[in-house]
């Protein structure tokens, strides 16, 4: 007596029919969120758009919505960068300045600070961690008068020189960026992921604490650590506020600063001020579209640790 082959339960028509019901909602899902991810996207991003048009046209209405110039002209960008009227290079070079002494600042410090708490046992060591990590709740502006008066004790305003002035003012600036919190949760986050094994090692072969940090904690965090740089950059890169309120030496302020400068000075040309946004926003630009591979894996990393 034989048998009858058994059929397949992933073959039968049922169950293609059910394939193909599941494939056309993923698709219809995946369209949905696509379109809505792109109006969100458009809406975002037509007030750059908006700028780099209106910085480009050589007359007209700016307060309108377009599509397109009414005309393409450079004239805006040339007066921005000609100097005549505000210091742009100069102003250019003190971000940059204040960027790379800032941002190596605060990488040092953070990535210090997060081992201690990550990896070190002492009493009180969380408590110490969110304690710190609960000041996050407070807006950058509850710091500033605290910050105004440390800058004036420190002497960091005082007249005593034109090279003493440069750096004391450039000091002035950074200080109040060193320490940062999210830096610390990041980078402690990171380390926390890097086995304590390897550590143990370490002190086993005579190894000492700093000599761990710098050969083993800061190796294996090094994509979280680079994320982090980029948000310093960004933040340094941006800051407007505390610039604008220190007694700065014009010829001083950061670039994003600088622009109220710029925004007085062309009061009836405001297509100048636009161009000077254009170009303090494409340093940002190129910095994330270069380094965001390792933006989003250190990222990663940090929430995983």
Known sequence: MTTSPKTDPTTSPQAAQLRAQRRRRTRLHNFAAYTVLTVIALVMLYPFYWTLITSLEPTGNIYEAKLLPSGVSLKNYAAVLSGTTVPFLRMVLNSVVICTVGVIASVTFAALAAYPLAKMRFPGRDLIFYAILALVVLPNEAGLIVNYITTIKLGLLEQRGPVW?????????????????????????????????????????????????????????????????????????????????????????????????????????????????????????????????????????????
Request: hydrophobic share 55%; proline share 6%; glycine share 6%.
């Open 165 to 305: 002035d440069t750096i004391t003012q450039y000091a002035a600036i950074v200080l109040p960026s060193v320490a940062s919190i999210i830096g610390l949760f990041l980078i402690r986050q990171a380390y926390m992921g890097v086995p304590i094994e390897l550590i143990e090692a370490a002190r086993i072969d005579g190894a000492k604490e700093l000599t761990i940090w710098r050969r083993i904690m800061l190796p294996l965090s090094m994509p979280t650590i680079a994320a982090f740089a980029i948000l310093e950059f960004v933040a340094l890169w941006n800051s407007f506020l505390w610039a604008r309120i220190l007694p700065l030496d014009p010829q001083m302020l950061p670039l994003s600063a600088g622009l109220l400068e710029l925004s007085g000075t062309f009061a009836t040309n405001s297509r100048a001020t636009m161009a000077g946004a254009v170009l303090v926003i494409i340093p940002i630009l190129i910095v994330f579209a270069s380094l965001q591979r390792y933006f989003m894996k250190g990222i990663e990393g940090a929430v995983k640790g």
